[in-house]
T-cell receptor, first 110, second 116 residues
Framework: GQNIDQPTEMTATEGAIVQINCTYQ??????LFWYQQHAGEAPTFLSYNVLDGLEEKGRFSSFLSRSKGYSYLLLKELQMKDSASYLCAVNAGGGNKLTFGTGTQLKVEL | GAVVSQHPSRVICKSGTSVKIECRSL??????MFWYRQFPKQSLMLMATSNEGSKATYEQGVEKDKFLINHASLTLSTLTVTSAHPEDSSFYIC????????????FGPGTRLLVL
């Protein structure tokens, strides 16, 4: 089976940096995604990693280590609007199906 | 990114009735669409993979006779919740994969279903 773990909640201060970790144990691996989801809305795509290393996209960066089954999403210069749930999802097991973690609810405070 | 729409955005129905939810890819063709369900404060759970021109593939534990999926064209997939019950109340979200070899999935805005 597939198992994806993320912290349930995190709190950070506006302007700061926060790192959200994700560990996974899956049968097969074809890439890892990070999505942002605001309450009551659908997830929006943030990043995709399939090779080891860091992918940077503006204030957001995502890192992957396939040998460790580990990824993190790094958010810089936090803004209040970044308060949301961040979902780690792995494409594994064929068919391009995504298995989602339970999500990390990030709260950005003043 | 690619645009996926869903209709309706919200629906309230009586127990025992059927509800149809549409998922459309607006600016691309999607040979594969996915249907997810999300209960409050939980993550997305894949229900089924919808393939254009063929039968959907359901995940373990999802009743195919209760959740009817039809992928009629390269831009439209529908999910029908038959004989809905209060426990079917949830947030239903579709996604579409861009292109045959595309890895990224783009999500529709979701449909909130409330069964009374």
């Amino acid at each position: 089976g597939q198992n994806i773990d993320q912290p349930t909640e995190m709190t950070a201060t506006e302007g700061a940096i926060v790192q959200i970790n994700c560990t996974y144990q899956t049968s097969g691996f074809n890439g890892l995604f990070w999505y942002q989801q605001h309450a009551g809305e659908a997830p929006t795509f943030l990043s995709y990693n399939v090779l080891d290393g860091l992918e940077e996209k503006g204030r957001f960066s995502s890192f992957l280590s396939r040998s460790k089954g580990y990824s993190y999403l790094l958010l810089k210069e936090l803004q209040m609007k970044d308060s949301a749930s961040y979902l780690c999802a792995v494409n594994a097991g064929g068919g391009n199906k995504l298995t989602f973690g339970t999500g990390t609810q990030l709260k950005v405070e003043l | 990114g690619a645009v996926v729409s869903q209709h309706p955005s919200r629906v309230i129905c009586k127990s025992g009735t059927s509800v149809k939810i549409e998922c459309r890819s607006l600016d691309f063709q999607a040979t594969t669409m996915f249907w997810y369900r999300q209960f409050p404060k939980q993550s997305l759970m894949l229900m089924a993979t919808s393939n254009e021109g063929s039968k959907a593939t359901y995940e373990q534990g999802v009743e195919k006779d209760k959740f009817l999926i039809n992928h009629a064209s390269l831009t439209l997939s529908t999910l029908t919740v038959t004989s809905a019950h209060p426990e079917d109340s949830s947030f239903y979200i579709c996604s579409a994969r861009v292109g045959q070899g595309g890895e990224t999935q783009y999500f529709g805005p979701g449909t909130r279903l409330l069964v009374l």
